[in-house]
């Protein structure tokens, strides 16, 4: 069995009828070890969600695959084709969505909904292994009083509550890989740190490996150990999540930093990253990041730049005029 856990390769996903459409993900390749997080950052739009939606075989038409391919454990698997990924989601790949309510059924209780996530892909177990299986289940997440919550409808219970026991269906059967579409943005800061905390513990303890898909930088740096920052449907820098965070390479990443408010610059304006990001459909030649950079040439506007090594190589940057020192624009 492979160590790396989820590998995506030239994932292309485009939208609208085929010589009309418009690229949402641009050739973003992406590999996960076993019990490791990576954590997929970037502004709203950039592609994120998009990546993980195709990945786990959830697109809709306009929406599609245009090219690319993945492996689970090493073992190649086509988000196209329904009949499989029928068997694998659930059970090798999860995935958990930002809302707990639209993802919990609201008029079934919380016992039928853990239990039926064992079920569906095994339906010799009995109810009461089922059942056994989801008290289980909801103690590792840390809910207390596990009985009274299993009787429980989602309506009843609190959001931080309802969002453990979507964790806790996504790994009651110890998938390979998790999909966590930023999963803790509507929870209080206590509540998000406990989650935090689990979620780490759980891939630690479970061999399970998680895709985080945040723009919460905050978050990225208490859980991730590596990062994938996106822009414009592209991957613009990779890496430890210790190096990215203390020296950043793309002005981008950078941008993003700068945009964290800290607690010893409040007499400073906050900085942000001038412009928007383009629309699908409306990139041109050259760096996509170019009309918002301040450190572009004209070089950057004519040729898009490849994904390279930088540094000691564990890092990668999309940039002809990286950060060297990670330091400001």
């Not at 579409?181 to 061999?207: F, M, N, S, W, Y």
């Not at 190589?313 to 990286?322: F, H, T």
Request: hydrophobic share 45%; charged share 20%; glycine share 8%.
């Amino acid at each position: 069995m492979s160590d790396v856990a989820l590998a995506i390769r030239d994932l292309t996903v485009e939208a609208g009828p085929k010589g009309r459409s418009v690229t949402l993900v641009d050739g973003v390749s992406l590999s996960v070890p076993s019990g490791k997080i990576l954590a997929l950052v970037g502004e709203s739009g950039s592609g994120k969600s998009m990546t993980a939606l195709a990945a786990m075989g959830l697109l809709e038409p306009p929406v599609r695959i245009a090219s690319g391919g993945a492996s689970l454990a090493g073992k190649a698997v086509d988000p196209t084709d329904r009949r499989q990924m029928r068997g694998i989601r659930g059970r090798d790949m999860a995935m958990i969505f930002q809302d707990p309510m639209m993802t919990l059924n609201p008029v079934m209780r919380v016992d039928e909904q853990v239990c039926e996530a064992v079920t569906v892909h095994d339906p010799s177990v009995s109810k009461a292994e089922a059942l056994r299986r989801a008290r289980e289940a909801l103690v590792t997440v840390g809910i207390p009083a596990p009985e009274e919550r299993l009787n429980a409808y989602p309506h009843q219970l609190s959001g931080g509550m309802r969002q453990r026991i979507v964790i806790a269906i996504a790994l009651i059967n110890r998938p390979a890989v998790v999909l966590a579409a930023e999963p803790t943005t509507a929870l209080d800061v206590t509540t998000q740190g406990q989650i935090l905390h689990e979620v780490k513990r759980l891939c630690r303890d479970t061999g399970t490996a998680m895709v985080w898909i945040t723009h919460d930088l905050a978050v990225v740096a208490s859980l991730a150990d590596t990062i994938a920052v996106m822009y414009a449907g592209r991957i613009v820098e990779q890496g430890p999540a210790d190096d990215i965070l203390a020296r950043p390479l793309h002005p981008y990443t950078r941008g993003l930093l700068d945009s964290v408010p800290m607690i010893d610059t409040r007499s400073e304006r906050l900085r942000s990253i001038p412009g928007m990001p383009p629309v699908a459909g409306s990139i041109t030649a050259g760096c996509r990041f170019a009309p918002r950079c301040e450190r572009a040439v004209e070089a950057c506007r004519t040729a898009e730049p490849a994904l390279a090594p930088a540094g000691n190589g564990a890092r990668l940057v999309r940039c002809i005029r990286p950060l060297d020192d990670g330091g400001a624009a």
